[in-house]
């Protein structure tokens, strides 16, 4: 079984930073792509950012120059850099991997528990 756990969320100040991060762990053949989206309440879950093995990345527009994910393949574990934090970015934050599970030729999607980002003076 593959399972992704996060870790790293909390309270910070507006202006701060907080460091993601995600850990895939399981029998895993191959990682395509690992990503962070968030959802506040009453919203609906959006994408963040997102990293593909190759390296090649892409954000929302809110979190560009602001945020920056990266991910280390030994590992099997995605960071995300958040600064100058804002409080429209307090949500939970999910973290997603495309993965082949050892074993299998299909890729699935694979969701951690998600963890609290709280923006707040």
């Known amino acids: 079984q593959v399972q992704l756990v996060e870790s790293g969320g909390g309270l910070v100040q507006p202006g701060g930073s907080l460091r993601l991060s995600c850990a895939a762990s399981?029998?895993?053949?191959?990682?395509?792509?690992m990503g962070w989206y968030r959802q506040a309440p009453g919203k609906q879950r959006e994408l963040v950012a997102r990293?593909?093995?190759?390296?090649?990345?892409n954000y929302a527009d809110s979190v560009k120059g602001r945020f920056a994910i990266s991910m280390d393949n030994a590992k099997n574990t995605v960071y995300l850099q958040m600064n100058s934090l804002k409080p429209e970015d307090t949500a939970v934050y999910y973290c997603?991997?495309?993965?082949?599970?050892?074993?299998?030729?299909?890729?699935?999607?694979?969701w951690g528990p998600g963890t609290q980002v709280t923006v707040s003076s």
């Open positions: 997603n991997g495309d993965i082949r599970p050892g074993g299998s030729y299909l890729q699935f999607a694979y």
């Open positions: 990293i593909i093995s190759g390296g090649g990345t």
């Open positions: 399981g029998s895993i053949f191959s990682i395509t792509t």
